[in-house]
């Protein structure tokens, strides 16, 4: 599936590669590496590069020979930039995509939207005024910050490691961190990721992620989009509906004003459905922490990890197609 999936991006893969210079690495063969990064949670580059070394499960999936010398590290890494500056992550969703819809695995009318918190590769000690004189310190390798009874928030302060980072909890009594808001929207039949937004983590990216993946859906028919009680906004409601897509939004009954959602949605079968069907969406975000390393990105600036978590995303659609068609066990 991901021999496909590449061999469809092959002439934009020509368009990116000059025909003259010094030969770089095969984008294909960047791009499974990457694969297997994900897919075996390997946590670094340079380990990356000594399993594929003595790996023939590995080599084979890349595409090298038994007897070729794996790259160096850094040059994978230099080459691997080159593909994180263009959109061929969302490229090669798409294209994995395209093979789930072909083999009847999507639905085209009902779908999940969710976000969650991704950790930025940045420390609380980064995280300074803005205004602040870039003054030496003491220590290069680890600076002594004192920030214990200083009022810190977006406003006043910014990351100096990672300035697209913003500082965000999950909750009520959670630990504030540097974080992105990682956004994901899946259809209902298997649970597959369709569509993905990264936004900086400011309180209202998820609802904003939300419109911008379910504007790109195909305006053919009505659909319809499940959500937890955070989605509950009269804005929300009132923009699905203009979008032609049927809210099915869990009830805040604890929000001043009540709920948005009200008896026209709740009375109908199909809302029940998705809110039942809307759990396998952290499925997604358990598989993409815990197996593609996204609980803490490795990469700095949004349009990199935004890259990142998309890819991953294609990931994660590999690992669930191939359990959805393989054949059961006694078939002929």
Not at 122 to 127: G, I, M, N, Q
Not at 281 to 309: D, N, Q, S, T, Y
Request: glycine share 8%; net charge positive; charged share 25%.
């Amino acid at each position: 599936m991901a021999d496909m999936a590449l061999q469809n991006m092959s002439e934009r893969f020509d368009a990116m590669y000059a025909k003259t210079g010094r030969p770089s690495i095969a984008p294909e063969k960047l791009l499974r590496a990457q694969l297997i990064q994900m897919l075996y949670s390997v946590r670094s580059e340079r380990l990356l590069m000594e399993e594929i070394d003595y790996s023939v499960l590995f080599r084979w999936f890349v595409g090298m020979n038994l007897d070729e010398p794996v790259w160096d590290v850094t040059v994978f890494t230099k080459n691997r930039n080159r593909l994180l500056e263009g959109d061929v992550a969302r490229e090669f969703l798409c294209e994995v995509v395209k093979q789930a819809q072909s083999k009847g695995l999507t639905s085209d009318e009902h779908f999940t939207v969710d976000g969650t918190l991704i950790e930025a590769w940045a420390s609380l000690k980064s995280f300074q005024r803005k205004e602040q004189p870039n003054t030496p310190p003491d220590d290069p390798g680890n600076p002594t910050v004192n920030f214990h009874g200083e009022k810190r928030s977006n406003r006043t302060h910014e990351s100096t490691t990672d300035p697209d980072a913003l500082l965000a909890r999950k909750g009520n009594g959670k630990e504030a961190k540097l974080s992105y808001n990682g956004n994901l929207l899946t259809e209902n039949r298997n649970g597959l990721i369709v569509k993905t937004e990264t936004f900086p983590a400011n309180g209202l990216a998820g609802r904003a992620a939300a419109m911008a993946m379910l504007e790109q859906i195909p305006a053919e028919h009505r659909v319809t989009v499940g959500a937890d009680k955070g989605y509950d906004t009269r804005d929300f409601v009132a923009e699905c509906r203009h979008l032609n897509v049927t809210p099915h939004v869990a009830q805040n009954t604890r929000r001043s004003g009540g709920s948005a959602i009200d008896g026209r949605t709740t009375r109908h079968g199909g809302y029940a459905v998705s809110q039942m069907k809307r759990k396998r969406i952290e499925e997604c975000f358990g598989w993409l922490k815990m197996i593609a390393l996204m609980r803490k990105v490795r990469h700095r600036g949004i349009e990199k990890v935004g890259w990142v978590f998309t890819f991953a995303a294609a990931a994660y659609n590999l690992v669930r197609m191939r359990k959805l068609t393989a054949s059961p066990v006694g078939a002929a």
